[in-house]
C-alpha cells in the first residue's frame, strides 16, 4: 500500500495481503491445471482447493464438505436465499430479513417476491439491533428461512446473532446470515450458534476479490444457483477459481490468527477516532458504543453539510472514505440503514463511514483528527441551512455522542 493516502474504506473492500499473493501466484503460472482432469497436475489443484476448504471449516467450527466456494458475497447471498426458498417452497413461502441488509440480501428479496414468495423486513432499534421478540412472533407455519446479517457494513451493528440461532433451531425454521463483514473480524462458531447458512467473502479479510464462499449445514436441502458441471460436489458449477480460493483460505487463516491482537488495536484507535469527532458540535455517532460495534467502524453524521462533499474534501487531503455503502453513492437517496435507525433525510445526508484496518496508524488517526473539524466547519460555512440555524439558534438540540 502507498503509505501517501490514508485508506479508511476496509468495509467496501481490503488489499490482498503480501503472504496471501504469495500463496495465490503459483496457481496462476506454475500449477494451472483444471483440478477436474486426471493428470498430476489436476492433483495439485485439486489439493491447494481442499486445503482451503479445510482452512475455511477450521475457522467457522464447520465441516469441510459443508463449505462450497462462490464468486464473492453476492452470488452467495443469492443462492442461499433463492436456492432455500426453490427448494422448499412445498413447505411454505414465506422468508423474513431485515431492513438493514446489503442490497445483495434486499434486492434477492425483491425478486423473490415477484416469484410468489412473501417477505417479512423487521425493524432495527436507533442503534441497529432487531429485537429477538419480534424475530419470534414473525415466524409463521410458512415460514422456510430467517436472513440476518452478523455485522451491518454501515454502521457495524453485531447483530444477536446466537439469540437468533436459537429461535430458529427451535422453530425448525432454517437460518441464513450474511456474515461478509464479520468473518475474518469476529469469532464464528456456526455450531454453537445454529446457524444453518453463511455468507463470506475474500475481500473483506484480505484476501482477493471474486471468490466467496456458502457454508451450507449438513442436511439442509438447497437448490443450484448456478447450472453446469459437477463441481463442488454438483451443487455450484464452473470451473474453479483455484488462485483466488487458494487465496481465501490462507487470508482466512491468516485472520483468524491475528484477530484478537489486531482488535485490541483496532479498537483503541476507533475510540480515539470517535472521542475526537465528538467534539465537532452537531455531530451524532451511528450504531452502538462498545462491544457490539464491529472493531473498526465509524460511521458519523455531521448536520447541515452533505456526506459527499465532504468525501471530496477529504480525499483532496489523501483520504479515502466512504459515505454510507458504497453500493449506494451515485444515487441520491440516503442510506436505507440509516433511514432504518430512524435518522431525518437531512441528517442521514451528512454521514461518514470511516473503516479502519490492518495498514491503519495512530498518525492516520491523529492525521484525520487534524483536518476533518476544518472541513466540517468549511462545508457548513458555504451551507444556507446552517447559516439558517445560526439565525434560529437555540431552536434545535445539541447532538451528543
Ligand atoms: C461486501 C458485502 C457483500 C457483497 O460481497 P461481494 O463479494 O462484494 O459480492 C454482501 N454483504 C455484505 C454485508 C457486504 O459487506
Redesign the pocket.
Known sequence: MSNTRIYLDH???TYTKPQVFEEMLPYLNTYFGNPSSIYEMSRVTENAIDHAREQVAKALNANKDEIYFT???????NWALKGIAFANKHRGNHIITTKI?????LHTCEFLEKNGFEVTYLPVDSDGFINPDELRQAITDKTLLVSV?????EIGTIEPIQEIGNICREKKVLFHT?????VGHIAIDVKAMNIDLL?L????FYGP????ALYIRRGVKIDSLIHGGGQERGKRAGTENIAGIVGLGKALELATEEMETENDRLVYLRNKLIKGLSCIPYSKLNGPSGAKRMPGNVNICFEFIEGESMLLLLDSKGISASSG???TSGSLDPSHVLLAIGLPHEIAHGSLRLTLGSATTEEDIDYVLKVLPGIVQRLRDMSPLWKKHLQEQGAMKKYAI
Not at 101 to 105: M, T, Y
Not at 178 to 182: E, G, K, L, P, S
Open positions: 468495509s467496501a473492500t464468486g464473492g458475497g453476492s452470488e452467495a447471498d441488509e446489503h442490497h445483495a440480501i446479517m452478523f455485522a451491518n457494513n450474511d456474515a461478509v463483514q464479520a455468507t467473502a475474500a475481500h473483506k476479490k471474486g471468490v466467496g455503502s458504497a453500493c
